[in-house]
């Protein structure tokens, strides 16, 4: 049993692959009883870089649904509180069905990513999962939620590998921000600046990009005061 059936190599700031749990129980139904329409959609460029996870092709879609159903049998079944493995398993599972453009795959993840948070506090990948959980609600549009996520994870977990890309994602979001209160450039500009405390993170290029970007927009917000 793999984790998840991608194609693609993962990079090198990739989270570990989780150890599977055996055995899990074969799905009761086939995808085939209930389809799913399945429309890939595109990502920016930037955010494809964000995710450190490779994405799917729309062939994976019938190994991931069955994967997940695997997975939601194994936690009806399964004495609770379940191992975290499972949760974050599944939760992977959803953020590659999302991926592939099914509904609803986005909340189904962050209810097991949060899961994980509540129930095994002391996870070996808490950084990870906050990491992941941030990106989540920015695909379902709560950027304060996901803004959030990053901040919890640059202050509990400073050596994480997934600093300097939480740190670029709350640039981001004050970036975005700055459209409308423009006070908010100072917070992305910060953001940014710590990306660069980070030589060898693979965001580091796009965190300079985004530096000349912001100071610009400072310089125009300053000239209208």
């Not at 090198?12 to 959609?41: H, Y």
């Not at 939760?91 to 948070?117: C, D, H, P």
């Not at 990870?128 to 640059?154: M, S, T």
């Not at 990009?209 to 125009?220: D, G, M």
Request: aromatic share 6%; hydrophobic share 45%; with cysteine.
């Amino acid at each position: 049993m793999v984790w998840v059936v991608i194609v693609g190599c993962a990079a090198a700031d990739a989270r570990p692959a989780v150890e599977p749990i055996q055995p899990l129980p074969a799905p009761s139904t086939s995808i085939r009883a209930a389809p799913v329409r399945v429309k890939a959609t595109p990502l920016p460029p930037i955010m494809e870089l964000r995710d450190t996870r490779p994405r799917p092709t729309r062939r994976a879609f019938a190994a991931l649904e069955n994967e997940r159903q695997r997975l939601e049998q194994y936690l009806a079944g399964a004495a609770q509180p379940a191992p975290a493995t499972v949760h974050d398993r599944l939760a992977e599972a959803y953020v590659q069905l999302r991926k592939l453009g099914v509904e609803g795959a986005s909340r189904a993840a962050i209810l097991q990513y949060e899961t994980v948070l509540r129930e095994a506090p002391a996870y070996e990948d808490t950084d990870a999962v906050l990491y992941y959980l941030g990106i989540e609600d920015e695909a379902i549009r709560d950027n304060a939620g996901a803004e959030r996520r990053y901040a919890e994870l640059v202050q509990r977990h400073p050596d994480s590998v997934y600093v300097p890309l939480a740190e670029f994602a709350i640039g981001e979001l004050e970036l975005a921000r700055g459209t409308s209160e423009p006070a908010a450039y100072r917070s992305a500009l910060a953001a940014y600046l710590a990306v660069l405390e980070y030589p060898d993170s693979r965001i580091v290029p796009a965190a300079r990009s985004r530096l000349l970007e912001v100071n610009e927009k400072l310089a125009a917000a300053s000239q209208k005061e």
